[in-house]
């Protein structure tokens, strides 16, 4: 009963999303409509800012939603109405940041994580390398090494 009442909530849950976009929002021209929710899908929600506006119910999105639907039916290219929203928002709506001088270490930052863990473990695994890895023979051990090597 619980796992069922467990996938019901799932399910809910991972329909939530295809709401947020209100049907007083749709455009009438198909085509617009699917430039419009390419574009949204693009912008950041910056009330949730891990959802794009086109999966947010916050009223910001929907404002945001909004304005690029009504910039598409100005006339508005993609560019243009992309350029415009960070014009007034700023590069952080963006969910893929453009790669300019100021976003090159955010972009090179995984690569330099990568060379720097690799570095790190060559480093490591030759010190490591050179070291024994077990105590010296006792006088003993060493007498009944010889008796079987000698045998």
Do not use: H
């Not at 700023?90 to 100021?102: A, D, H, N, Q």
Request: one cysteine or more.
């Amino acid at each position: 009963m619980m796992a069922r009442l467990l996938i019901v909530i799932a399910v809910l849950l991972a329909a939530a999303p295809s709401f947020a976009v209100n049907p007083d929002e749709v455009l009438a021209d198909p085509k617009l409509e699917a430039r419009a929710r390419a574009i949204s899908a693009e912008l950041r929600c910056m009330v949730c800012q891990n959802q794009s506006i086109d999966d947010s119910n916050a009223d910001l999105a929907k404002d945001l939603r909004l304005l690029v639907r009504e910039r598409i039916t100005d006339g508005d290219s993609d560019e243009q109405v992309v350029g415009y929203i960070v014009s007034r928002y700023g590069e952080f709506v963006l969910l893929k940041p453009r790669l300019e001088s100021k976003t090159l270490l955010l972009w090179g930052a995984p690569l330099l994580l990568v060379v720097a863990g690799g570095i790190s473990l060559a480093v490591f695994a030759r010190r490591r390398a050179g070291r024994p890895t077990g105590s010296k023979l006792t006088a003993d051990e060493q007498a009944r090494l010889r008796d079987i090597l000698e045998k």
